[in-house]
């Protein structure tokens, strides 16, 4: 173990964190270059060079590919990994509407909607099958195709009559339609367009400085949320199917097609066939072949399916989820918001992988969680994901440039931030994480069915209640197993009918490389015959299979009484009623690896673990997933033997105290919020150690600090005048301005992220270019401050003239600040009262206007004015103290005076506080980090015996300066470019601001 524990302490950049760089602007290959450089710095393993939300380079363009081929040479030297992404935003498959262009309406998607008609004069003529049937309600009582018009209706028939649509063209696919990626003449036309043009231009660095390609949500049905149809009755659907269908089910689609929309005596068995064939068919049109195509080339496959957690939504995007992982090097999946309870997204990748020998599973995480996102979140989020098998982060999102629309790209932006100075600590950390749990295998007895193919059988695309209900409960048994910490991995029949095999010596059922020791099947509809076939084998040879109830009753979308009766007759079986009777008798069905316990003995199933074996040693990796509450907890590892502790923060180890009792190594330990620990077991090897040393003294500093801000205070200006030649404008918000302008001068609307690229039309000539607008901002000063004001502005182009307080200034770049398009003026003729800033525009098509912002040494009241700085701060929000829209550094200072013996340790800790970071400075050196809550700082080689000097620096964020400030809730859930626009019910004129500071007294522990 020498040579892991030294590895631990600085893992490669093979277990380092490969995170989505937007490309989003007018690239620029030495500013790309200078970016990469960062992030080798920070602790990047590697990045993905993703198009985003206002690309002005041409996607795939010349200069497009000659900043990735600058990027990848560069990358060799600065020794950082370059991955590629295979779209023009996403979801993949359309190539920034390449693949139309090249293929037509075989790239487009398609669907098949069903209507219900009550006269033969309501037929247009583009029907693919016309039935007549007599239909009560939504359930079909008798069914016949008709193969002509020639048709008689009784008063009790109606028409069903199928259509095959293309799907409408949209901005966001850049003018055209989705992808059709169950052709597989559409997904190769992808190929072609993207993944074969990186190749003949980067072939040398194909498998070698290259890794790989990532693939973003890629689907099958583009109305997730309803879209442009007459027709509730729409699914997912291609040209191919029927033949497909034909090829796979071995009977003529048509046959069975109403049955689908509509219940009847053979809907279950038509669903059930329809989402199988739709499932196998998107796998081996695109995934399959796209990883064909990866493996020949010498590059890894990597990327995650559109939504992967709702049962209704995974069967309409995918028809399952987990057969793709197969052909994925790196399952991957996406976690967005601070969301800590997706448990089913991470076990269905994981599971692959465990399965299939995948050692990586990535996830693209941290999105849309807003600028306010801390590093204990990264951390938390982060570790209740690697707990269940993630063990690579894709960060979401590193930005090229800030500019305009992009800083509302489902922010935050970890290189803006001004945390973004200690990112290497987040990354360290995860390195060190990454490393130790990808070693050896993972230990799971349990193998849960999945059983989303039950879900096909209930499922007519329109109502999704009933999939959704079972996919809650399901979701609601992987919660309870996790609870009482019972690992396991979920089981998909169709990889298990691939690979799926029984032990019969060590009655292990068994999946590729995964052993199983209990097979449960949750509440299900149907099994498939081979899935019977293993477990009635499995249970022969006294294996433990458990059968939730209600029992199913089909095999395969048909009934088939006898097989169903030998496996739920099988004396070896076990029915339960549920997750409650599960979760009740499973400890005597099978032996407990890892207790968790809280002081009355109950297991705390807000605790997450996962248990691996390396080289005989036990590896445990345990979470609180509580971000909230911490808990005093007895911790119960089976066997007998050593412990360590293993801080992937600090990289250092140390022995634990522990006591062997009844088959189990018990540790007692205090668990703070979100806070987790790796631990060790060395089998067979015992240590004698002392009991942990005590408090002796806890001391609190003053409420009240010297106070000294490290850099510029600022004063957001979102609210303007205009006019354009005529009279002035009501004082409105600057984003609204903006539309009433563009709407004026007849340019495309740009309110939010979901137009057509930038690129498709930026370099176009708008017969408006250049017109001319002016603008009023408006703002309260109470002391006109001693030093300069800075007028920070992303318009410098576009300002023809500034006026202040009615003198022309001259216009005067005095550098930039945040983001090099963020450019400062000096303002002059500053004065007590209201001030204002005139500012004359030549307004283009491609002008982004934004909202300005004040610079300098001044504070801020709550009622917007600008004041003189106070130099001390108190506990509590500095938003009230003179820093509402402060986006920066703010330091604490307090002399100190503590008395300490020898052999005293001290420990330094804030139990409430709200920054993204904490930098801890004694007596002028600097000594460490408090980058979440649960972190206790030992400062004891830098504390003296009498006076200390105590400086925190508190790392703010952007989220008070670039907003979302008028949004009524102080903290949204999921942040999109819409938080940032917001009208209706969620909009209030008053500035909803998020606090920072420290809320609860610092505190030094004395331990002896």
């Known amino acids: 173990m020498e040579d892991v524990k030294r590895y631990f302490k600085n893992p490669g950049k093979e277990y380092r964190a490969i995170p989505f760089w937007s490309w989003n602007d007018k690239l620029i290959s030495q500013d790309l270059i200078a970016q990469a450089k960062e992030f080798k710095e920070k602790g990047i393993g590697g990045f993905f060079m993703h198009s985003r939300v206002g690309l002005e380079t041409e996607y795939m363009g010349e200069e497009w590919l000659k900043c990735i081929e600058d990027v990848v040479k560069a990358s060799k030297e600065i020794d950082i990994d370059p991955w590629l992404y295979d779209e023009d935003r996403w979801p993949s498959g359309f190539a920034g509407g390449k693949v139309a262009e090249k293929v037509g309406d075989e790239g487009r998607a398609k669907v098949l909607a069903m209507k219900i008609l009550k006269d033969i004069n309501e037929l247009k003529g583009d029907e693919i099958a016309i039935y007549k049937a007599k239909i009560i309600g939504e359930r079909i009582f008798s069914l016949e195709k008709i193969e002509n018009k020639d048709i008689n209706l009784s008063p009790d028939e109606s028409l069903i009559a199928l259509y095959r649509f293309i799907a409408p063209k949209t901005d966001w696919y850049n003018g055209d339609s ?63 199917f029927p033949e497909f269908f034909k090829e796979k089910r071995g009977y003529d689609f048509w046959e069975i097609a109403p049955y689908v929309f509509l219940n009847g005596e053979k809907s279950i068995k038509a669903r059930y066939d329809f989402w199988r064939t739709i499932s196998e068919l998107f796998v081996e049109s695109y995934t399959k072949q796209i990883s064909d195509w990866c493996k020949e080339h010498n590059i890894l496959f990597t990327g995650h399916f559109l939504e992967e957690n709702i049962f209704p939504h995974i069967i309409l995007c995918s028809g399952s989820i987990m057969p793709h992982y197969e052909y994925l090097d790196i399952p991957g999946i996406d976690i967005l918001t601070e969301v800590r309870y997706e448990f089913l997204t991470v076990k269905q990748a994981s599971s692959v992988a465990n399965q299939l020998g995948k050692e990586k599973v990535i996830s693209e995480t941290y999105g849309c969680t807003g600028w306010e996102f801390t ?40 290189n803006h931030n001004p945390s973004w100075e ?21 230990i799971r007895d349990i193998l849960l069915i999945h059983p989303i193919e039950s879900s096909w059988c209930e499922f007519n695309g329109k109502d999704k209640s009933i999939p959704k209900e079972r996919g809650e409960e399901f979701q609601n048994i992987i919660s309870a197993l996790l609870g009482i910490h019972y690992d396991f991995d979920l089981g998909d029949e169709s990889i298990i009918e691939k690979y799926g095999r029984v032990d019969k010596e060590k009655k292990e059922f068994i999946v590729g490389k995964a052993k199983y020791k209990v097979v449960i099947l949750p509440q299900m509809l149907t099994l498939r015959k081979s899935t019977i076939s293993l477990l009635l084998e499995f249970l022969d040879n006294d294996g433990k299979v458990i059968l939730l109830e209600p029992l199913p009753e089909y095999i395969e979308g048909e009934e088939n009484k006898d097989l169903l009766d030998k496996l739920i007759s099988h004396p070896n079986i076990i029915i339960l009623k549920g997750r409650k009777t599960l979760t009740e008798n499973i400890e005597n069905i099978l032996p407990r690896r890892i ?28 979470v609180n997933n509580d971000r909230e509450k911490g808990y005093d907890v007895d911790i119960y590892l089976h066997g007998e033997g050593r412990i360590e502790e293993w801080d992937p923060f600090t990289g250092e180890i140390r022995d634990v105290f522990s006591m062997f009792t009844e088959g189990y190594q018990h540790i007692r330990v205090k668990f703070a919020p979100a806070e987790s620990k790796l631990y060790v077991m060395y089998p067979g090897e015992t240590i004698r150690i002392k009991k942990p040393k005590e408090v002796k003294k806890t001391i609190y500093l003053e409420p009240t600090f010297e106070v000294e801000r490290l850099d510029p205070n600022i004063l957001t200006l979102d609210t303007c005048q205009y ?47 250049n017109t001319r607008v002016e603008l009023k901002l408006k703002f309260q000063v109470k002391k006109v401050p001693d ?46 009262g209201e001030n204002i800033i005139h500012i004359i525009l030549e307004y283009k098509n491609s002008t982004e206007l934004e909202d300005f912002y004040l610079l300098g040494d001044f504070a801020v009241s709550l009622k917007r004015e600008i004041l003189e700085e106070n130099k001390t701060i108190s506990l509590g929000d500095w938003v009230h103290q003179g820093y509402p829209h402060y986006a920066g550094r703010m330091l604490y200072r307090q002399n100190l005076n503590i008395t300490k013996s020898e052999n005293d340790i001290v420990l330094l800790s804030i139990d409430n506080f709200s920054a993204t970071l904490i930098k801890a400075v004694i007596n002028g050196k600097e000594c460490g980090f408090i980058p979440w809550r649960s972190h206790k700082l030992d400062i004891t080689n830098f504390i003296n015996n009498g006076e200390n000097k105590i400086e925190l620096i508190l790392y703010g964020s952007l989220r008070n300066m670039l907003g979302s400030l008028h949004h009524r809730a102080q903290k949204i859930s999921f942040v999109s470019a819409q938080a940032f626009r917001v009208e209706g019910d969620d909009y209030t004129s008053d500035y909803v601001f998020y606090p920072y500071g420290l809320f609860s007294p610092v505190k030094l522990e004395v331990i002896s």
């Not at 992808?190 to 693939?215: M, N, P, S, W």
């Not at 200690?422 to 993972?442: C, K």
């Not at 705390?604 to 080289?615: D, G």
């Not at 009433?740 to 930038?758: A, K, P, S, T």
Request: some cysteine; glycine content about 8%.
């Open 178 to 240: 989705p992808p059709d990626n169950l052709n597989p003449k559409s997904v190769n036309a992808f190929i072609k367009t993207t993944h074969e043009v990186y190749y003949e231009r980067l072939k040398d660095e194909f498998g070698k400085t290259i890794k790989g390609i990532f693939t973003d949500e890629p689907n099958i049905y583009p109305y997730l949320w309803g879209g442009g149809f007459d027709t509730e009755y729409v699914l997912p659907y291609t040209d191919i």
């Open 375 to 414: 590093f204990e979140g990264q951390k938390h989020v982060g570790d209740w994901q690697y707990a269940l098998g993630v063990n690579i982060r894709c960060q979401h999102l590193f930005l090229y440039s800030l500019r305009g629309c992009r800083k509302r790209d489902y922010p935050p932006s970890f």
């Open 787 to 832: 030093k300069e004001i800075y007028l920070l502005t992303e318009n410098f182009k576009d300002i023809e003239k500034i006026f202040v307080n009615g003198e022309e200034i001259e216009k005067i770049e005095k550098g930039w600040y945040l983001d090099k398009n963020f450019k400062k003026i000096p303002l002059e003729n500053i004065q007590e």
């Open 595 to 622: 207790s968790i316990r809280d002081v009355v003995g109950q297991e705390v199933e807000q605790f997450l673990y996962m248990e691996r074996i390396f080289n005989g040693k036990k590896i445990f990796f345990i």
């Open 422 to 442: 200690y990112q290497n600590i987040v990354e360290d950390y995860f390195a060190r994480l990454s490393y130790i749990l990808t070693l050896g295998n993972p």
């Open 723 to 769: 006019k354009i030649g005529g009279e002035w404008s009501e004082e409105i918000p600057i984003w609204i301005a903006q539309r009433r302008i563009r709407e004026n001068l007849g340019m495309i609307n740009i309110d939010y992220n979901n137009g057509v690229q930038r690129w498709k039309w930026i370099n176009n000539t708008h017969p408006n270019d």
